[in-house]
């Protein structure tokens, strides 16, 4: 299995055979859907289906493919894919991005990317990087303010301000 310390989570075996039949089926979706559009021959050439059946033709077929070589070489795909130590640290970062995400649609681009910011210099702080909290804070906050600047101010293409921005600005009287 692994030779380091870090148990094994999944093994590669697993994430190729999971890998190669979502891409089977992804190919066998854009086949159905070219199906539908037409994949012949008309006077003027190839319908607007011809190319994309095949390209999903070929994606299908190669999957099987990687397939039937993740179920015929057991011994080597019985190596781990990634260890539990590596996936805490990937969710460690997955996590938090999906948290800013989420959030932008109401805080808003700025707001979030402030709180998002300040949250990874924070957790690098406690890692043994010497961030002050005025640090922390003033990179934050010229970040965004910078953002802003560039985006809204100089290029005049405003960035998402979210819920909270649009009832700031409104109460703010900033908005008709």
Not at 4 to 16: G, I
Not at 22 to 51: C, K, R
Not at 150 to 165: Q, T
Request: charged share 10%.
């Amino acid at each position: 299995m692994s030779t380091n310390a870090d148990t094994p989570l999944v093994t590669t075996r697993w994430v190729e055979i999971g890998l190669a039949l979502f891409t089977a089926a992804l190919g066998g979706i854009v086949m159905f859907a070219s199906l539908a559009i037409g994949i012949g021959w008309d006077d003027a050439g190839p319908e607007a289906g011809y190319f994309p059946f095949y390209i999903g033709l070929l994606l299908s077929c190669a999957s099987l493919g990687n397939l039937l070589l993740a179920l015929l070489r057991r011994q080597a795909m019985n190596e781990a894919f990634v260890g539990r130590q590596a996936f805490r640290q990937v969710l460690a970062v997955f996590l938090p991005i999906a948290v800013y995400v989420t959030a932008m649609p109401f805080a808003g681009i700025y707001l979030a990317s402030v709180l998002f910011i300040a949250w990874f210099m924070w957790r690098a702080r406690k890692a043994g990087q010497n961030h002050g909290r005025l640090t922390i804070a003033l990179v934050a906050c010229g970040s965004a303010l910078a953002c802003y600047l560039i985006f809204a101010v100089w290029f005049k293409v405003p960035l998402e301000a979210g819920v909270l921005g649009d009832l700031a600005s409104y109460l703010g009287g900033l908005r008709p």
